[in-house]
């Protein structure tokens, strides 16, 4: 599967994913994590992972990201980038609240030196996922 933006600007998705990385707070696992997401108006807002010494109260790149876009009034997104040393994917309650606003989003997922190694739809990672539509029926 192939986004829908032009690879030069797939590529600096993933340049702006790697560098929120690097923010990353992570004394404990040590696993750094940066993302990058896109709004349906072309607005990036990244994301880094922050722990926390009561595991629980941690919150990953992802969620930063969409917290940060939705606190900023952005509902519709169209990708986003997601960087690790090894290629982790979003968790699934990162899965589930980027689920809640775009069932389709495009998930692309990178290494820490930008190397892309697998893109799909969320709804592909997250099937029969639990959306605002499951509440009307």
């Not at 109260?57 to 997601?82: D, N, Y």
């Amino acid at each position: 599967m192939t986004t829908t933006l032009p690879i030069l600007e797939v590529k600096q998705l993933v340049e702006t994913a790697v560098k929120a990385a690097q923010n990353a707070y992570i004394p404990y696992s040590h696993y750094r994590v940066g993302a990058a997401l896109r709004a349906s108006d072309g607005t990036i807002y990244t994301g880094c992972n922050v722990e926390n010494a009561s595991y629980p109260a941690s919150i990953c790149a992802e969620r930063t990201a969409l917290v940060k876009a939705v606190s900023e009034g952005h509902r519709q997104f169209e990708e986003i980038v997601v960087v690790t040393r090894n290629g982790g994917f979003p968790c699934g309650i990162c899965r589930q609240m980027l689920y809640e606003f775009s069932p389709h989003l495009r998930v692309i997922i990178a290494d820490l030196n930008g190397k892309i190694l697998y893109e799909d739809r969320l709804s592909n990672l997250l099937t029969h996922g639990f959306g605002p539509i499951e509440l009307s029926k």
